[in-house]
């Protein structure tokens, strides 16, 4: 069954959005403060997303809800795993449509990261949601084209948009040839039970990547590729 979350309240906070964007300079904190609230009163942060379950996994190949995915590391999180969560996470098209209309450089930057700050909102409030309603305690997640490409390619968005549903007609999110989505603010993936948290960043080789949430897990990797 299809299931969309639309009233999810951006609890993210000036406070939090200058120190992310490391911002003390008194015109700088009015301006920003202006964006801020026009984006949060536009903002209407979203989440569409399917129970699926994993049927079989040969190798690197794991199907799941009759869709074939091939990622050494799907296989290796799902090896003993029966229900995921596929998701598509995004902050909106409303305050995306929005920002656009501002041609300051700078000013574009801060409004990506506002963003940004409301997809975590979103992401947290889903992952919050699933282990109320499905009562489940540790939550990991998978997603195409993050870190690095071997992981799990981000060509696999097709797949994965495919099983979920109409992304477009019901959250506004469309996958463009090149597999990146629009609002660029979104993120998709596998959501699915875990004792030991995943995070793509283990198994990233990537160095000085500002994004990075854990250090690169050579032990880990070892055991998705080799």
């Not at 949060?40 to 794991?62: D, Q, W």
């Not at 799907?74 to 098209?93: E, P, S």
């Not at 305690?137 to 071997?150: I, M, R």
């Amino acid at each position: 069954m299809l299931h969309k979350l639309d009233k999810i309240p951006t609890v993210t906070t000036l406070e939090h959005v200058l120190k992310r964007l490391n911002i003390d300079e008194r015109e700088d904190i009015a301006m920003v403060s202006g964006l801020f609230e026009k984006a949060k009163e536009i903002a209407r942060p979203k989440v569409l997303y399917r129970e699926a379950f994993v049927e079989e996994i040969t190798g690197s190949s794991v199907r799941i809800n009759g869709c074939d995915f091939i990622s050494h590391v799907l296989a290796m999180n799902l090896k003993n795993i029966h229900r995921v969560f596929a998701y598509v996470c995004t902050c909106g098209t409303e305050v995306d449509d929005w920002s656009h209309s501002e041609k300051d450089y700078v000013v574009s930057l801060w409004l990506d990261m506002i963003k940004e700050m409301f997809l975590y909102d979103a992401i947290a409030f889903f992952q919050d949601h699933i282990k109320k309603a499905f009562q489940l305690k540790k939550l990991s997640s998978v997603n195409p084209g993050s870190g690095d490409a071997e992981n799990w390619p981000i060509s696999q968005q097709a797949p994965l948009f495919a099983m979920i549903g109409d992304v477009k007609g019901e959250i506004g999110v469309t996958l463009k040839e090149s597999f990146l989505m629009i609002p660029v603010k979104s993120t998709s993936g596998l959501l699915f039970p875990s004792e030991t948290e995943f995070v793509n960043c283990a198994l990233c080789r990537r160095e000085n990547c500002p994004g990075r949430r854990a250090e690169f897990d050579q032990e880990l990797y070892n055991r998705a590729f080799l």
